[in-house]
């Protein structure tokens, strides 16, 4: 089934259509080698270059027709966000219920080490909107570091530290208690760099042990939702 470029596009999670729409009034993008045009209708099926580079879609030709659906994910240590994994080691994706309709694209990213909340999405545009920067969503995660922390640290993190890629604060840290050897914060912030919780915590001093994704945006994970396991919810009104 034909669709508009830019929607199609913006369902595979490639792009919102207003930037999408740029790039074909710009002549950037073909489709089976010819250049697009704003207008132009084409299929999951068609060859896509931007700048002369293939675009794969994530997307299957059923996800245009089908309802939109919302995955809540409790990742555990060990598990990889990717598709396949040349390691073996097992993928986020191994242990997934089928969506209703098309492909689950995954919303941002949890390393290897890290557990909690992970969101997947069968409408890639939802995807795309929910991890660009300028959108702001909120992600919470619950820290643990070595060490006794000193007592400004909190402070220090939300006034931001300078790491390699810039400038990176939380929005908030709270601290939550100790351990044996041990300290723990629950800390938040809107945007999503690589590793960025990690990195900030080393920046100040400190070794993270521990970190768990609780929330992101108005998704929380739940309490009786085991690691490995998953469950629908409402997808955002829109």
């Not at 919102?16 to 250049?35: D, F, H, P, T, Y």
Request: net charge positive.
């Amino acid at each position: 089934m034909s669709e508009r470029i830019q929607k199609l596009l913006a369902a595979a999670g490639l792009g919102s259509r207003r930037g999408i729409e740029a790039w074909l009034a710009a002549g950037r993008l073909k489709v089976n080698g010819q250049v697009a045009r704003l207008g132009d209708k084409a299929s999951a099926t068609d060859r896509f270059e931007l700048d002369g580079r293939p675009l794969q879609l994530s997307v299957t030709p059923e996800i245009q027709s089908g309802s939109p659906a919302m995955l809540l994910y409790h990742k555990p240590v060990g598990e990889v966000t990717t598709r396949s994994d040349p390691q073996g080691r097992p993928t986020v994706f191994d242990r997934l219920p089928p969506p209703p309709s098309g492909r689950w694209v995954v919303v941002g990213r949890l390393d290897v080490n890290t557990s909690g909340l992970l969101l997947f999405t069968n409408d890639g545009a939802l995807a795309h909107h929910l991890m660009h920067p300028s959108n702001e969503v909120e992600r919470r995660y619950l820290v643990r570091v070595r060490g006794t922390p000193a007592p400004d640290l909190p402070a220090r993190l939300q006034r931001g530290l300078q790491l390699e890629d810039g400038l990176a604060r939380f929005d908030r840290v709270e601290p939550s208690g100790r351990s044996e050897g041990h300290a723990w914060y629950q800390v938040s912030l809107r945007e999503g760099r690589n590793r960025e919780v990690r990195r900030l915590f080393e920046a100040a001093g400190y070794e993270v042990s521990r970190l768990k994704r609780l929330a992101y945006g108005e998704w929380v994970l739940p309490d009786d939702l085991p690691p490995g396991q998953s469950r629908l919810a409402n997808p955002p009104a829109r």
